[in-house]
């Protein structure tokens, strides 16, 4: 079935890095855009970056831009989050999610309708 | 930057109520709006993308409507598993999520 798993997530210390990583399976991980989200302990959903179907096209919300990198590997179905510097407010579930829209490259989105079961960072 | 701001931020409803939550949005967006259902300690889940189209696999008692700035989710006759947190997200210029609205047993 379609599905995505993330790791990569822990507790690190105020400074320093940590990639994280979402690996795909039962769909065709090239042809799709893949976003990732998180969302600090008891608030809300914020989006953070998207990586387009191969890989040519980056977006990153301001909150991250410049600390946090998105990249894919097509060869093995991961997409991947290198964040850097990270800050006690970077402390969150981190969700990896599927654009709907088939071959997204700067097109219009649809939205986002795989969802794995998230990964936790903790900065502290 | 588009902010989306829903209300209420909470909504205490009984079984079968007819339930409406409300998205706004700081700009026009035309159609470009989602919503999502999230459950405690689980991931989102798509429920209504477009504004109004319903995802494949979802109950039919979830309805969107709206457009330009002003849009609605609304659940018909709400059952015990719609207890949950719903949120609204635009994708008319980036990707930005509403605050999310708590659907809670009255």
């Known amino acids: ?124 | 930057d588009i902010q989306m701001t829903q209300s209420p931020s909470t909504l205490s409803a009984s079984v079968g109520d007819r339930v409406t939550i409300t998205c706004r949005a700081s700009q026009t967006i035309s159609t470009w709006l989602a919503w999502y259902q999230q459950k405690p300690g689980k991931a989102p889940k798509l429920l209504i993308y477009d504004a109004s189209n319903l995802e494949s696999g979802v109950p039919s008692r979830f309805s969107g409507s709206g457009s330009g700035r002003e849009f609605t989710l609304t659940i018909s006759s709400l059952q015990p598993d719609d207890f949950a947190t719903y949120y609204c997200q635009q994708y008319n210029s980036y990707w930005a999520f509403g605050q999310g609205t708590k659907v809670e047993i009255k």
């Not at chain 1, 290198?82 to 969700?95: F, G, K």
């Open chain 1, 1 to 124: 079935q379609v599905q995505l798993v993330e790791s990569g997530g822990g507790v690190v210390q105020p400074g320093r890095s940590l990639r994280l990583s979402c690996a795909a399976s039962g769909f065709t991980f090239s042809s799709y855009a893949m976003h990732w989200v998180r969302q600090a302990p008891g608030e809300g959903l914020e989006w953070v970056a998207l990586i387009s179907y191969d890989g040519n096209n980056k977006y990153y919300a301001d909150s991250v831009k410049g600390q946090f990198t998105i990249s894919r590997d097509n060869s093995k179905n991961t997409v991947y989050l290198q964040m850097n510097s990270l800050r006690t407010e970077d402390t969150a579930v981190y969700y990896c999610a599927r654009e709907r829209t088939l071959h997204y490259y700067g097109s219009q989105s649809s939205g986002m309708d795989v969802w794995g079961q998230g990964t936790t960072v903790t900065v502290s």
